[in-house]
C-alpha cells in the first residue's frame, strides 16, 4: 500500500516536471521560464483592465517574453506596467503606451512598417509578431547593435538601421503604417511624404515632460485626418546619432 502511494506520487512529481519543463524555452541564453508566462498573463490581464481592447495585439504581447529586452540585472521588473532603462540614457516603453500605439496603429498582416527608435527591440518585436514587415532606425549605436542581435535570435521579421529618424528610411518607403517611439517636438515633413495614402503615423508630439499622441492618416498628399489621443511621456527624439 504505502509503496503504491510513493509510486503515484513520483508519477505526479514527473509529470508536474515535465509540463514545467515543455513550457520553458530559451532564447540567446535567457529562459522563459512558467513564472515568466504567468507574468506575462497577469500583465495582460492588467493592460486589458487599463482599456486595450485589440485581442491580437493583446495576444502578440502574451507571446513575447520582454524580459529577453532587459539587462539580466533587472529581468524581475519586466511584467511591471513601467518604462524602464536599457542604457545609453534610455528606455524601454511602459507596456500600456506599446500596446495602445500598436492598437492605434490598426496593423494588418503583410503591413510595411517603419519604426523610429529601436530602443531595445521590443516594439518591433510585437509588431512583427502581428505578421508586419518592420524596418527600425536607432540613432545610438550601442542600442542598434544589441537591439538587431536579439531581434536576429528570436527570429523577428525587423530590418534594423542606424541613423536619424528625423530623415524617414526612403529606401523601403512608402510604408503602411509608421510609429515613433519618441517624444517629436513636431512632425517631420519626411515620415508624412513617405506613408502610403491610407497610411497611418502614429507619433507623440510635444516638448518637455508631456506628449499627445496623433494619430495621423493620410487621405492623399495633401490632405491628412488627425486625431488626439490622450497624454503620454516620451524620452526626446534627439537631432544627431551618437
Ligand atoms: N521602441 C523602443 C523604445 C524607444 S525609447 C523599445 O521598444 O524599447 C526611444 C528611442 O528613440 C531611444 O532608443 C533613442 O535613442 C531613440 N531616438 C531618439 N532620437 C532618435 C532619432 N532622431 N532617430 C532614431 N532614433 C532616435
Same mark, same amino acid.
Given at each position: ?38 507574468? +506575462? ?21 502574451? $507571446?513575447?517574453? +520582454? ?14 506596467? &513601467? ?16 500596446? +495602445? ?8 498582416? %503583410?503591413?510595411?512598417? /517603419?519604426?523610429? %527608435? ?5 516594439? #518591433?518585436?510585437?509588431?512583427? =509578431? ?8 536607432? +540613432?545610438?549605436? $550601442? ?19 542606424? =541613423?536619424?529618424?528625423?530623415? =524617414?528610411?526612403?529606401?523601403? #518607403? ?8 519618441? #517624444? ?16 497611418? /503615423? ?7 515632460? /508631456?506628449? &499627445? ?23 526626446? /527624439? ?5
Amino acid at each position: 500500500m504505502q509503496s503504491s502511494v510513493v509510486s503515484i506520487q513520483l508519477l505526479v512529481m514527473s509529470k508536474t516536471f515535465i509540463i514545467f519543463e515543455n513550457a520553458t524555452t530559451y532564447f540567446c541564453g535567457v529562459e522563459d521560464t512558467f513564472k515568466h508566462q504567468a507574468l +506575462r498573463k497577469k500583465l495582460i490581464l492588467h493592460l486589458k483592465k487599463s482599456g486595450i481592447k485589440d485581442f491580437k495585439v493583446l495576444q502578440a504581447m502574451e $507571446k513575447i517574453p +520582454r524580459h529577453f529586452f532587459f539587462n539580466s540585472a533587472f529581468l524581475q521588473f519586466a511584467y511591471d506596467d &513601467v518604462a524602464f532603462q536599457i542604457g545609453e540614457g534610455q528606455t524601454i516603453s511602459q507596456p500600456y503606451t506599446v500596446a +495602445r500605439q500598436t492598437e492605434l496603429l490598426e496593423v494588418r498582416k %503583410g503591413d510595411t512598417i /517603419l519604426e523610429i %527608435g529601436t530602443g531595445s527591440g521590443y516594439q #518591433a518585436a510585437v509588431l512583427s =509578431g502581428l505578421g508586419a514587415t518592420v524596418v527600425s532606425i536607432e +540613432r545610438n549605436k $550601442k542600442l542598434h547593435e544589441r537591439a538587431k542581435n536579439m531581434l536576429e535570435e528570436l527570429k523577428c521579421h525587423v530590418k534594423c538601421f542606424y =541613423g536619424d529618424g528625423y530623415k =524617414g528610411l526612403p529606401e523601403f #518607403a512608402p510604408y503602411d503604417r509608421i510609429i515613433v517611439t519618441a #517624444a517629436a517636438p513636431y512632425v517631420p515633413d519626411n515620415l508624412l511624404k513617405q506613408l502610403k495614402p491610407r497610411g497611418i /503615423l502614429i507619433i507623440p508630439v510635444g516638448k518637455d515632460n /508631456l506628449q &499627445v499622441m496623433k494619430k495621423i492618416r493620410k487621405i492623399d498628399e495633401n490632405e491628412y485626418d488627425i486625431k488626439d489621443f490622450g497624454n503620454f511621456s516620451f524620452v526626446p /527624439l534627439l537631432n544627431e546619432t551618437s
